[in-house]
């Protein structure tokens, strides 16, 4: 029998996987080597801690249903030939209804109008694209930055990070973290970019934590702040809880359509690796077991935020790791992030 870990919550693993595939589940970050003895594959998230050190030689497949993989030691698993899948996209849409969510409340909090708004996306793979793409619809302006697309021929209206910085009333990050090369993402926005934003902009960060440094973010106070990932998570301190106008559990992309798709992503290269098929299932009758209707408004405004409300769970977060002792923040944040509830999206977009 092929045998599978996995994490947990990957959403329609269950459902998907037929009888012929053993399951294994864990919980948390790190995985026990007793249980990775003798499987197959092994199915993760992005919190999860991988070392090739502590892989039995009988795995031979990893997937992570996320967008990135920079939690995984790639090269490493490259030299014991083991196969890396991800789920690229796969949450597109749910990060997109994060980040208009909070620009459309910012804008109301501050008694501007988010048709007059200009909203500057570093980062242009498939969140940055849809990003574009719906905030445009919102009448939103939208400039562009992505040097390595620009640099391929594939981003013409390409703007440097420091033009961008300076046009824009609004930032939304959407990048991999990149470590070394000549197209680094650590501390991307560095305090030189920092200092070029005008005051009163809204900076949003739903990609990486490292792309920002924490030092840097106390130093320049005068934009407002979202930020779902952290540079030293899940530890937040708490200047930079009092820093921010929003915080969350590093949950933008956490829509039950998101999951599910990251899942079915998957576990469709792992069926073609290993010889299976997967259960055919209702997909919106399962989406909306585990997570309700889709909300449908009026508008396209209130049904972003009627799908999206971030004002409980940023209350949730501040109130569970303010002023608690470092050694216990780890925790508060990984349990405030697992009870997060699903939600839908705001738009039918393809499972």
């Not at 949450?91 to 708004?117: M, P, Q």
């Not at 849809?130 to 390409?158: T, Y």
């Not at 098929?277 to 909306?288: C, T």
């Not at 002023?323 to 499972?351: G, T």
Request: with cysteine.
């Amino acid at each position: 029998m092929t045998v599978f870990v996995a994490d947990e919550g990957l959403l329609g693993l269950r459902e998907l996987v037929p009888s012929t595939v053993g399951l294994r589940w864990y919980s948390g970050r790190d995985i026990s080597r007793s249980l990775l003895e003798g499987a197959d594959a092994l199915l993760v998230r992005s919190t999860a801690r991988v070392s090739t050190r502590h892989l039995p030689d009988s795995i031979r497949f990893i997937g992570t249903a996320t967008i990135g993989t920079d939690h995984l030691p790639l090269t490493s698993l490259a030299a014991r030939n083991i196969a890396v899948a991800s789920a690229p996209g796969c949450n597109a849409f749910a990060v997109t209804d994060y980040v208009l969510s909070h620009i459309i409340t910012w804008a109301k909090s501050r008694g501007r109008r988010v048709d007059e708004l200009t909203l500057g996306v570093v980062g242009v793979g498939a969140v940055g694209m849809l990003l574009n793409q719906r905030a445009r619809e919102l009448g939103i302006q939208v400039l562009l930055s992505d040097q390595p697309r620009f640099d391929l021929g594939n981003l013409p209206d390409h703007l440097p990070l420091k033009d961008l910085a300076y046009k824009s009333d609004v930032i939304s990050l959407h990048v991999p973290r990149v470590t070394e090369g000549a197209y680094t993402t650590e501390r991307l926005l560095d305090a030189d970019v920092l200092s070029g934003l005008k005051r009163q902009t809204l900076l949003i960060n739903a990609s990486r934590g490292q792309v920002l440094h924490e030092h840097d973010l106390l130093e320049q106070t005068h934009f407002d702040l979202v930020l779902d990932v952290f540079p030293n998570e899940p530890v937040i301190g708490d200047a930079l809880i009092s820093r921010c106008w929003r915080i969350s559990p590093h949950i933008a992309g956490h829509s039950a359509e998101g999951k599910y798709r990251g899942t079915k992503q998957i576990l469709t290269k792992a069926a073609s690796m290993f010889g299976f098929g997967l259960n055919e299932i209702d997909d919106e009758a399962f989406l909306e077991s585990v997570a309700g209707l889709r909300p449908v408004c009026d508008t396209q405004v209130d049904t972003i935020l009627t799908a999206c409300p971030m004002t409980e769970t940023d209350r949730r977060l501040r109130d569970s790791v303010f002023h608690a002792f470092e050694l216990e923040k780890p925790k508060l944040f990984d349990e405030i992030r697992k009870s997060y509830l699903l939600r839908r999206e705001s738009e039918i977009y393809p499972v």
